[in-house]
């Protein structure tokens, strides 16, 4: 079975802190997405990632980055945590695109 | 930008009932079309996709239908059961690599 996992499940934060969200996954998949959930919006993607050291943006990224150093881990980071970046944060990976993505069980980050 | 709509937001059906949750995409290219499940507490799991070459798609208690005229696909769960209770997201491909989601359906399955 693919297993994605997320470093933390529950994560509080100050506004102005650096924040860094960390996923792997063990299945030697190409591709990496990051996203967030808030509620009555579904799921936006904020980056994704096709190849070790290779990222494309996707629908929301002002306030975020990545870091791809290795396959298997895909790192958000916020530069500069607001409150409005309280949030489920979600990664997933997959084989190829566009193909069935296997998420992790999810960050929940609140910024204070 | 490239959308998708999910209807309904909540849907509450009798326990052994079919249910019937409804998408469209704005992006005539969209060629791939999956649906996940999320239940309380975890990430979303793929329960069914369908490729635009085809129009329908069954898997035991769970179809999809694809109109690529219109622009819209369905999900029909029969006969449904408690443990169906969570919530479905649609979503649609967007160019090479990307899938675009819905807004998601909360499903509840009445006793």
């Known amino acids: 079975d693919v297993k994605v996992t997320q470093s933390s499940r529950y994560l509080v934060k100050r506004t102005g802190e650096k924040v860094f969200l960390e996923c792997v996954q063990d299945?030697?998949?190409?591709?990496m997405f990051w996203y967030r959930q808030d509620p009555g919006l579904g799921l936006r993607l904020i980056y994704f990632s096709y190849d070790v050291k290779m990222k494309e943006k996707g629908d929301i990224p002002e306030g975020y980055s990545v870091s791809r150093e290795k396959k298997e881990r895909f790192s958000l980071i916020l530069e500069s945590a607001s409150t409005n970046q309280t949030s489920m944060y979600l990664c997933?990976?997959?084989?190829?695109?566009?193909?069935?993505?296997?998420f992790g069980p999810g960050t929940r980050l609140t910024v204070t | 930008g490239e959308n998708v709509e999910q209807h309904p937001s909540t849907l509450s059906v009798q326990e052994g009932d079919s249910a019937v949750i409804k998408c469209t995409y704005s992006?005539?290219?969209?060629?791939?079309f999956p649906w996940y499940k999320q239940e309380l507490g975890k990430g979303p799991q793929l329960i069914i996709d369908i490729r635009s070459n085809v129009g329908e798609k069954k898997d035991q208690r769970i179809a999809v239908t694809l109109n690529k005229t219109a622009k819209h696909f369905s999900l029909h769960i029969t006969e449904t059961q408690p443990e169906d209770s969570a919530v479905y997201f649609c979503?649609?491909?967007?160019?090479?690599?990307?899938?675009?989601f819905g807004k998601g359906t909360r499903l509840h399955i009445l006793p």
């Open positions: 979503a649609a491909s967007i160019g090479d690599d990307k899938i675009i």
């Open positions: 299945m030697d998949h190409e591709n």
């Open positions: 992006d005539s290219a969209s060629n791939y």
């Open positions: 997933a990976s997959s084989l190829d695109t566009p193909d069935e993505q296997y």
